[in-house]
């Protein structure tokens, strides 16, 4: 897939894995951007959004990936301008089972967006929030399109 787009922001903070994915993309180094911060709602030294980054690409589809560890709603916050922006044509797929309202509440974000939003018919058991009572079972992503000509 990486020979299909034009640009990759990838965001790691954990330096174990830097090497590693500097070594997997390495081919594609003109593609492919290791950013070593967390992706969210604000700019720090260890913190950036999406939407500051948006002026690294010279199209006008953004395809984004969220699987960051219960903080997609802090991205989304960070993104909420290339979202909204009538010049990106923006494709979003979002990890939804890290926190136990995380399908809700984003597929609530999404859509007062005025994105759409599809799911699978499948669930994921997700142990790790235990101060949720059982049961873990969790939709995993969903995807989102503005608009059905798109």
């Not at 992706?39 to 589809?61: A, G, K, M, R």
């Not at 009572?133 to 000509?149: D, S, W």
Request: hydrophobic share 35%.
């Amino acid at each position: 897939m990486i020979d299909k787009v034009y640009k990759v922001l990838l965001f790691e903070v954990d330096e174990r894995w830097i090497k590693a994915l500097k070594k997997t993309f390495e081919p594609w180094g003109d593609k492919v951007q290791i950013i070593n911060k967390y992706v969210s709602d604000e700019n720090s030294d260890t913190t950036v959004t999406i939407d500051s980054l948006i002026n690294t690409f010279d199209t006008n589809s953004i395809f984004i990936k969220l699987d960051v560890e219960g903080a997609e709603k802090k991205a989304l916050e960070g993104a909420k301008k290339t979202l909204t922006s009538s010049e990106y044509k923006c494709k979003a797929a979002i990890c939804t089972y890290h926190k136990h309202n995380d399908y809700e509440d984003l597929s609530q974000l999404m859509k007062d967006i005025s994105y759409e939003i599809e799911t699978t018919d499948r669930y994921m058991l997700f142990i790790h929030d235990l101060d949720i009572k059982p049961p873990y079972f969790r939709k995993a992503l969903i995807r989102c399109q503005k608009g059905l000509n798109y």
